[in-house]
């Protein structure tokens, strides 16, 4: 009878664990990536809301606000998105992950040495299965 009840609890831990890996969100993979550095820490402010350009039109102001020398890549915006990260700290990576119900989450992983500007890391990921963006609506622009 004790080795039935150890069964019994065992498969269920195992059916909690299976539940909980199927709800952890997925991490995207950056399909291509830009890094770089801006002087004037007060752009940040031309990041975007939620961290995701969906249009051509807001990459096109990103990339002129930050004077970014890479050349701007040609996305199409039905099946892709840009998230960007900022750091005051000397490195940043960014991070996407989507959620089961289609919610895109972005952040960063970033040093804490403070140093003068701002870097930003800039990723293009596919927008397979994304409906929302931390919750929100997917941006217009």
Do not use: G, K, N, Y
């Given at each position: 009878m004790r080795q039935?009840?150890?069964v019994f609890m065992a498969l269920a831990v195992i059916g909690?664990?299976?539940?909980v890996a199927q709800a952890a969100p997925k991490q995207l993979k950056a399909e291509k990536e830009f890094r770089g550095s801006v002087e004037d820490v007060s752009l940040t402010r031309e990041a975007p809301a939620g961290g995701v350009i969906a249009s051509k039109a807001a990459l096109e102001k990103l990339w002129k606000a930050w004077n970014i020398k890479d050349e701007m890549p040609?996305?199409?915006f039905t099946k892709e998105l840009v998230?960007?990260?900022t750091s005051r700290g000397s490195r940043i990576v960014a991070q996407a992950t989507l959620d089961d119900n289609g919610d895109l989450r972005i952040g960063g992983l970033g040093t804490k040495d403070l140093r003068p500007g701002f870097r930003y890391?800039?990723?293009v990921i596919k927008s397979d299965g994304v409906k929302t963006v931390g919750g929100k609506p997917l941006p217009k622009e």
């Open positions: 039935l009840r150890l909690l664990l299976t539940a040609s996305l199409d998230a960007v990260t890391h800039i990723i």
